[in-house]
């Protein structure tokens, strides 16, 4: 029987099944703590003291977040909200 690092084909196969498993459950993980640090500073910018406006490439505002609406009433009717 061939073996790889004294182990049999079926026991090597099993070996790294699980380490993509580990691997897949580590991503997954990831990804969420990712999902969840972005809306942490999304809504820190949302509710910033300071104005702030994202801008297009071709300078147009397309986002506002509280303090720029209450500096430009009219920015919150413009413009689509950062957060849902």
């Given at each position: 029987?061939?073996?790889?690092d004294?182990?049999?084909?079926?026991?090597?196969?099993?070996?790294?099944?699980?380490?993509?498993?580990?691997?897949?459950?580590?991503?997954?993980?990831?990804?969420?703590?990712?999902?969840?640090?972005?809306?942490?500073?999304?809504?820190?910018?949302?509710?910033?003291?300071?104005?702030y406006?994202?801008?297009?490439?071709?300078?147009?505002?397309?986002?506002?977040?509280?303090?720029?609406?209450?500096?430009?009433?009219?920015a919150?009717?413009?413009?689509?909200?950062?957060?849902?």
């Amino acid at each position: 029987m061939t073996t790889i690092d004294g182990l049999s084909w079926s026991e090597n196969r099993a070996r790294l099944r699980q380490q993509a498993e580990v691997l897949i459950r580590k991503g997954a993980a990831s990804e969420t703590e990712l999902t969840e640090d972005l809306a942490h500073y999304y809504a820190l910018y949302k509710f910033a003291p300071a104005a702030y406006l994202v801008v297009s490439r071709d300078g147009r505002v397309t986002e506002s977040n509280v303090a720029a609406d209450a500096l430009c009433p009219i920015a919150s009717m413009l413009f689509p909200p950062m957060l849902s």
